[in-house]
């Protein structure tokens, strides 16, 4: 079965990036398109340096028209990968793509989880509350944020002396190292 790929994403897109150059010679698995809801985010630049067709949202559009699932049938997309992207998925996405939606969260849910944890503010509560580990997690997306079920986690050390930054990038290099994988494990079952 051919797997075409969209892959959402707010920000710098490390993860988005990740995940086409693993699947770059995978004649099976194609990321067919990059979303995103910022029209200046780096990722915009790196989907184009790597010639992926890209598409901005904004809220209008995402949440109350559905012409995103027309965009979608253009490409043939199948699978929506979610790397960084702050929004929430509206209902008629979820259930169009029912079981076909992951994300990467990065932290142990369900702790540090739900609207307003995200990037730093994640690594930052992990470090006040004196956690010893932390990690990520691979999930299915539903309509609450971060509550899908669990796919895969992979934990690491949180040292007393770490900083909120050197946990974000312990976190990344979890992220780098897991996310490709696990996609390409979830396809191979479908
Ligand atoms: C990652 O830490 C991911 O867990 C979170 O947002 C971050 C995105 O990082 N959801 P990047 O843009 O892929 O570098």
Not at 36 to 52: E, W, Y
Not at 129 to 151: C, K, L
Request: aromatic share 10%; hydrophobic share 40%.
């Amino acid at each position: 079965m051919q797997h075409n790929l969209a892959i959402f994403a707010s920000g710098t897109g490390s993860n988005a990036k990740k995940i086409i150059e693993y699947f770059k010679h995978n004649p099976n698995i194609n990321v067919c398109l990059i979303v995103s809801n910022k029209a200046d985010a780096p990722v915009l630049d790196m989907a184009r340096t790597n010639g992926i067709p890209t598409l901005v949202i904004d809220r209008p559009y995402f949440y109350h028209s559905e012409d995103i699932l027309n965009f979608f049938n253009q490409f043939s997309i199948n699978f929506v990968v979610l790397a960084g992207f702050l929004w929430l998925v509206p209902s008629y996405l979820v259930r169009a793509f029912e079981g076909r939606i992951v994300n990467i969260h990065p932290a142990l849910l369900p702790k540090y989880g739900g609207k307003g944890m995200y990037g730093m503010r994640v690594h930052e509560a992990v470090k006040a509350a004196g956690e010893t580990e932390t990690g990520i997690t691979i999930h299915y997306v539903n309509e609450r944020y971060d509550e899908g079920d669990a796919i895969f986690q992979a934990k690491c050390e949180v040292k007393p002396t770490d900083t909120p930054d050197e946990i974000a990038q312990k976190i990344h290099a979890l992220e780098h190292r897991h996310f490709p994988a696990v996609i390409e494990e979830l396809l191979e079952q479908k």
